[in-house]
C-alpha cells in the first residue's frame, strides 16, 4: 500500500531536490554529460550584501509575522476555548472559511482594500502575511487548550492560586506544544512567500521566495536560483529542527 506513495514522494520531492542540487552545484552552460562542480554560485549569494540584505528581511519579516500572530492568536484562541462547544465549533467554522478561498485571491482584495491608504511597502505585506497566516496559529493554539485537562485549572484555584497565576502555571505551559505547531505553520511559509510580497509590495519589495522567482523566470539563471533553493531549503530544515527540539524539550519537562 505504501508504494504509490513512495513513487509519488521519489517523482515530485527526491527527483526536483536532486535536480536543485545539481543546478545549484554547476556552473551555468554545462552541456547534459559534462558537468562542471562549482560552489560559485553560494559563494555570489554570500558575498553580496544585496542578496544578504534580502534574505535578513524575509527572516525579520517573518519573525514578525509569527510574533504578531502568537500576540493575537493566542488570546483568540483562549476566548474560544471557553465557549460551549457548539459556540466553540462555529468560531472555528467561521476562522476556517477564510481558509477555503485562494490565497492569491485573498491577496488581490488586500491589494484593492491597501492601495488606498498610503502605507508603506513593508507594512502592506506584514498586514497581508498577518492575515493569511493568523488562522493557522489559532487552529494550533485552540487545539492545544482544548485537549488539556480541565481539573487541572480547577485543583490550581482549590490550592489558592488566582486566574492569572493559573494562566501562567497550568494553561499556557500545557499550551506550549501548540504555540510551537503554530510557529511552524506560520514561520515557514512567511519566509519563503513571493506571491503576497510581489502584489501587495508593488515590486518594491523583494523577498527571498521574490528572488527565486526572478532568477527562474525572468533572468533564466536556473544554477543560482537553485542554490537560493538549497539556502532557503537548509534554514527551512534547521527552522523545523529547532521547534522540534522545543516541542521534544516541552514534553520532557512536563
Given at each position: 500500500?505504501?508504494?504509490?506513495?513512495?513513487?509519488?514522494?521519489?517523482?515530485?520531492?527526491?527527483?526536483?531536490?536532486?535536480?536543485?542540487?545539481?543546478?545549484?552545484?554547476?556552473?551555468?552552460?554545462?552541456?547534459?554529460?559534462i558537468?562542471?562542480?562549482?560552489?560559485?554560485?553560494?559563494?555570489?549569494?554570500?558575498?553580496?550584501?544585496?542578496?544578504?540584505?534580502?534574505?535578513?528581511?524575509?527572516?525579520?519579516?517573518?519573525?514578525?509575522?509569527?510574533?504578531?500572530?502568537?500576540?493575537?492568536?493566542?488570546?483568540?484562541?483562549?476566548f474560544?476555548?471557553?465557549?460551549?462547544?457548539?459556540?466553540?465549533?462555529?468560531?472555528?467554522?467561521?476562522?476556517?472559511?477564510?481558509?477555503?478561498?485562494?490565497?492569491l485571491?485573498?491577496?488581490?482584495?488586500?491589494?484593492?482594500?491597501?492601495?488606498?491608504?498610503?502605507?508603506?511597502?513593508?507594512?502592506?505585506?506584514?498586514?497581508?502575511?498577518?492575515?493569511?497566516?493568523?488562522?493557522?496559529?489559532?487552529?494550533?493554539?485552540h487545539?492545544?487548550?482544548?485537549?488539556?485537562?480541565?481539573?487541572?485549572?480547577?485543583?490550581?484555584?482549590?490550592?489558592?492560586?488566582?486566574?492569572?497565576?493559573?494562566?501562567?502555571?497550568?494553561?499556557?505551559?500545557?499550551?506550549?506544544?501548540?504555540?510551537?505547531?503554530?510557529?511552524?505553520?506560520?514561520?515557514?511559509?512567511?519566509?519563503?512567500?513571493?506571491?503576497?510580497?510581489?502584489?501587495?509590495?508593488?515590486?518594491?519589495?523583494?523577498?527571498?521566495?521574490?528572488?527565486?522567482?526572478?532568477?527562474?523566470?525572468?533572468?533564466?539563471?536556473?544554477?543560482?536560483?537553485?542554490?537560493?533553493?538549497?539556502?532557503?531549503?537548509?534554514?527551512?530544515?534547521?527552522s523545523?529542527?529547532?521547534?522540534?527540539?522545543?516541542d521534544?524539550?516541552?514534553?520532557?519537562?512536563?
Open positions: 500500500m505504501a508504494y504509490p506513495y513512495i513513487a509519488w514522494i521519489g517523482v515530485f520531492i527526491v527527483a526536483p531536490m536532486i535536480m536543485i542540487l545539481l543546478y545549484a552545484l554547476t556552473s551555468q552552460g554545462n552541456s547534459t554529460l558537468f562542471q562542480f562549482t560552489l560559485e554560485n553560494f559563494t555570489k549569494f554570500f558575498k553580496d550584501p544585496v542578496f544578504m540584505r534580502v534574505l535578513w528581511t524575509s527572516l525579520r519579516i517573518a519573525f514578525l509575522t509569527t510574533v504578531f500572530c502568537i500576540a493575537i492568536g493566542y488570546p483568540a484562541a483562549l474560544i476555548s471557553n465557549l460551549s462547544d457548539k459556540a466553540q465549533t462555529m468560531m472555528i467554522l467561521l476562522m476556517t472559511l477564510p481558509m477555503w478561498i485562494n490565497m485571491l485573498k491577496t488581490y482584495a488586500w491589494r484593492g482594500i491597501l492601495m488606498n491608504f498610503n502605507f508603506s511597502s513593508e507594512l502592506k505585506v506584514f498586514v497581508g502575511m498577518v492575515y493569511d497566516f493568523l488562522p493557522y496559529m489559532i487552529i494550533q493554539i487545539t492545544a487548550i482544548s485537549k488539556m485537562d480541565k481539573n487541572l485549572i480547577v485543583a490550581s484555584y482549590d490550592l489558592g492560586a488566582n486566574k492569572w497565576k493559573t494562566f501562567l502555571k497550568v494553561t499556557l505551559p500545557l499550551s506550549v506544544p501548540g504555540i510551537i505547531s503554530g510557529i511552524t505553520l506560520v514561520f515557514l511559509p512567511a519566509v519563503s512567500s513571493f506571491v503576497i510580497p510581489k502584489l501587495l509590495g508593488g515590486g518594491d519589495y523583494v523577498l527571498i521566495g521574490n528572488l527565486i522567482e526572478i532568477y527562474f523566470l525572468n533572468a533564466g539563471d536556473w544554477n543560482f536560483g537553485s542554490a537560493i533553493s538549497l539556502i532557503m531549503a537548509l534554514i527551512i530544515i534547521a523545523m529542527w529547532l521547534t522540534k527540539k522545543m521534544r524539550n516541552e514534553q520532557e519537562d512536563y
